[in-house]
């Protein structure tokens, strides 16, 4: 049971951390052409950062648990101390610190984070929860961690842009102005097309290095990695299809493909967080070794 409970938590919080993470992005990268929607995307960062702090809390709960075999280890003050000193705790503090900045930028309600202050708070907070994945993990014990590290990071920074947007744009073509909604779109699909693949690129790299040989693909690890590639594909061919032809139809004020992007984002929405609960999983219980 405490390990079921430890990987839904573990799963639920690489989520929350992309999705705050990646609505910080969005909001500081588009807030020129947020107008109706800048408070509810403000307010769908703050809260997101704050019910990751709550969901990080248990996970500082579990990890003692499961440490120790039982619940009676969270009180156990030995094995506190050793958890302490774990890189896992370096990671838990750095995306805690990360949940908070975010917090605090978007405390205002209803404001963006303008002003050099609060967008640097952000933008330290985005910083930190990518950070976060290099400081534990199978990259920090590889001999190519020079390499992984940036990778890795690279990797989170840019699926939380990709996942953390998706319900900020929908909020977009909901509030904004159709015209003011459709440049947003085509800014966002734009630099989708030069960001995503990279997203790809930075994985297939740290697969390679991590895996020792092409057998390991049938051992849990590299199955799981697979059904990770296999979600990315869906993802990618959905994002294709967004680009090239709904994208273009919204531009030209079709508000059927206006529903059908809506539907569309929702999809990719849910094949990212399966991906992430892979991801949880496949590092969290297995060695790619």
Same mark, same amino acid.
């Given at each position: $049971? ?21 609505? +910080?992005?969005?909001? *500081? ?33 579990? #990890? ?35 949940? +908070? ?69 929908? /909020? ?7 015209? +003011? ?41 590299? /199955? ?20 090239? /032809? ?7 004020? #079709? ?6 992007? /809506?539907?569309? $984002? ?5 094949? *990212? ?17």
């Amino acid at each position: $049971m405490v390990d079921v409970l430890w990987g839904l938590a573990r799963a639920l919080g690489f989520a929350l951390l992309l999705q705050s993470a990646g609505a +910080a992005l969005f909001a *500081i990268t588009f807030r020129g052409s947020l107008r109706h929607s800048a408070a509810g995307i403000a307010r769908l960062t703050r809260n997101g950062a704050c019910v990751a702090l709550a969901v990080l809390i248990a996970q500082c709960v579990l #990890e003692l648990a499961r440490m120790g075999g039982d619940w009676s280890a969270v009180a156990d003050p030995g094995l506190r101390r050793v958890a302490l000193a774990s890189s896992t705790a370096r990671a838990l503090g750095a995306r805690g610190a990360a949940f +908070a900045c975010l917090a605090v930028a978007f405390a205002a309600t209803g404001a963006q984070p303008r002003g050099r202050l609060r967008t640097s708070l952000a933008l330290a907070g985005v910083a930190l929860a990518a950070g976060s994945f290099t400081l534990t993990g199978h990259t920090l014990t590889s001999a190519y961690r020079w390499l992984l590290a940036p990778l890795l990071a690279a990797h989170v920074l840019l699926l939380a842009f990709w996942f953390g947007a998706l319900w900020p744009l929908a /909020r977009v073509t909901r509030q904004e102005d159709p015209r +003011a909604a459709a440049r947003v779109l085509a800014r966002f699909s734009a630099a989708g097309v030069r960001l995503v693949p990279l997203i790809a690129v930075a994985g297939a790299v740290m697969a390679l290095l991590l895996l020792p040989d092409a057998a390991a693909l049938r051992e849990p690890y590299g /199955r799981l990695l697979l059904v990770k590639i296999a979600l990315f594909a869906l993802l990618m061919g959905l994002a294709a299809l967004n680009r090239l /032809r709904l994208v273009p139809q919204v531009e030209r004020g #079709e508000a059927r493909a206006l529903r059908t992007l /809506r539907a569309s $984002m929702l999809v990719e929405y849910l094949l *990212i967080c399966g991906a992430v609960a892979v991801a949880a999983v496949m590092t969290g219980f297995y060695s790619p070794a």
